[in-house]
T-cell receptor, first 115, second 111 residues
Framework: DAGVIQSPRHEVTEMGQEVTLRCKPI?????LFWYRQTMMRGLELLIY????????DSGMPEDRFSAKMPNASFSTLKIQPSEPRDSAVYFC?????????????FGPGTRLTVL | DAKTTQPTSMDCAEGRAANLPCNHS???????VYWYRQIHSQGPQYIIH???NNETNEMASLIITEDRKSSTLILPHATLRDTAVYYC????????????FGQGTELSVKP
């Protein structure tokens, strides 16, 4: 298995531009998570889905952030418009409830820089 | 979810056991203890979890005190590749539920 796949791995954009981050979870996993990591705030959960349905989006910082999961094999995190304070590493993770959901598998992350 | 307290940093000599403590004095009976680690620039990696009993897998051992208020992650023979930030997380078991990461312990394994 290729693991959780994220794209792009690096993104540099200018303030005000729209940014879309993509995630492909491990096949068969029914939970998907989006995390953000910064030096100041550490690792924080933004939103998670179960069977493609958003369960908890309380960590989404502002209306500029939105996430979708149109099917079991794809999710996007969109920032519109982007701001310099959105610069961070964004991780996607997945797990499967039939295995107890104890182990989350993380992707390699997308490093976002907003100038 | 209960709060955890970990030392900010620790050193360990290569080949020796690394013992990473975690305090979770407000843990409730249905909360599990999880350990993850994050090697520089990579995504976090699951290590082990437990409820009441001690657990062991190919990566590590987890020792949970009888009152469950603290635990220790043991890497039996630390290598340079074990240098990472180790996170102790406590949460209810609810199939796939979210993880709340604290600041973790930065473990440096030295030759």
């Amino acid at each position: 298995d290729a693991g959780v796949i994220q794209s792009p791995r690096h993104e540099v954009t200018e303030m005000g531009q729209e940014v879309t981050l993509r995630c492909k979870p491990i096949s068969g996993h029914d939970y998907l998570f989006w995390y953000r990591q910064t030096m100041m705030r550490g690792l924080e959960l933004l939103i998670y889905f179960n069977n493609n349905v958003p369960i908890d989006d309380s960590g989404m910082p502002e209306d500029r952030f939105s996430a979708k999961m149109p099917n079991a094999s794809f999710s996007t995190l969109k920032i519109q418009p982007s701001e310099p304070r959105d610069s961070a590493v964004y991780f996607c993770a997945s797990t499967y409830s039939s295995g107890g959901g104890h182990e989350q598998f993380f992707g390699p992350g997308t490093r976002l820089t907003v100038l | 979810d209960a709060k955890t307290t970990q030392p900010t940093s620790m050193d360990c000599a290569e080949g020796r056991a690394a013992n990473l403590p975690c305090n979770h004095s407000t843990i409730s009976g249905n909360e599990y203890v999880y350990w993850y680690r994050q090697i520089h620039s990579q995504g976090p990696q699951y290590i082990i979890h437990g409820l009441k009993n001690n657990e062991t897998n190919e990566m590590a051992s987890l020792i949970i005190t009888e009152d469950r208020k603290s635990s220790t992650l043991i890497l039996p023979h630390a290598t340079l590749r074990d240098t990472a930030v180790y996170y102790c997380i406590v949460r209810y078991y609810n199939q796939g539920g979210k993880l709340i990461f604290g600041q973790g312990t930065e473990l440096s394994v030295k030759p």
